[in-house]
């Protein structure tokens, strides 16, 4: 039995696809999730839908019962996740869970100067755990989405051009997509117990190459300004966006400008059995319609 938590997620979500598609049996996965109607899809497919919130510790312990592999898809509650995912843990090894898999995050500095400290705590603390646990365990060092660079890029790139302080920077960026089906492939196979998978692209690109890309697709000069991060805190707050949003791109953008994210790990393409998604593809999937 599989259970994957985060299941009205993006990730979770198209994790449980993957699975199914793949030919997983509907009755051998369980969906973990907040809100019983915003899984009627899965239920519909034949999914197990249980109720569990990271907060109620008695929820989890129950949901998983009879569970042989659990994958935690890390939470979206900064401030609390660590206590969350301890408890999770712990849980699991409650009720007998045999192996847990959780989505971590790719990084170099593990200390409290990291640029992005602000959520790498709270996936550190998890790992440690999930090692202390003696549970059977796979840790995935997931790179950044690339579904999260328009986010950083701004709604109205194409006529305004970027404006995000990451410098020369490169990161292997990945498709979400893409880390969802190397998940459930792990799921759905065996001889990865205590192990570390490192996804990420096999390709890393700057922010530059992504104003480079959209040129290309739009057929006009996309520019590129990597303003001091004073400049960028002050120009993202007088334009009226919430502070913990600005905290979190100066972080990001400060870390790919340190290189954090960059890699030459090949896990990805390797868990596929094929290349991962490039930058042309995704932008041209995000952006060709808007031009
Ligand atoms: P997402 O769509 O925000 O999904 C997060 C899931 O966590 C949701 O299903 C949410 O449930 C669930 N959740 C949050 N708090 C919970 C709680 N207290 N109890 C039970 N479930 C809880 O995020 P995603 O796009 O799937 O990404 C998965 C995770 O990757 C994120 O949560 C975040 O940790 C991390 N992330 C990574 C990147 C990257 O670039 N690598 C970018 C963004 C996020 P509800 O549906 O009920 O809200």
New binding site residues.
Partial sequence: MILV????????KATIDFLLKKGAAPESIIA????AA?AADLAASGVTVKI????DYASLVAAFAGVDKLLL?????IENRSK?QIDVVNAAKEAGVKHILY?S?ERKNETATSPIAIIAGSHLATEKAIIESGLKYTLFR????FD?LPMFLGEHVLETGIFFPAGDGKTAFAL?NDMAEAIANVLLSEGHEDKNYYISNTENISIADVAAALSELSGKTIAYNSPSQEVYTETLTNAGVPTEYIQLFAGFAEGIKQGEFATDKTDLEALLGRKPTSINTFLAQVYASKN
Avoid: M
């Fill in positions: 938590t985060g299941a009205t997620g993006n990730l979770g973990l999730v907040r809100d915003k569990g919130d990271y907060n898809v890390s939470g979206n509650d969350q989505t995050f997931n790179n950044l989405y999260v979400r």
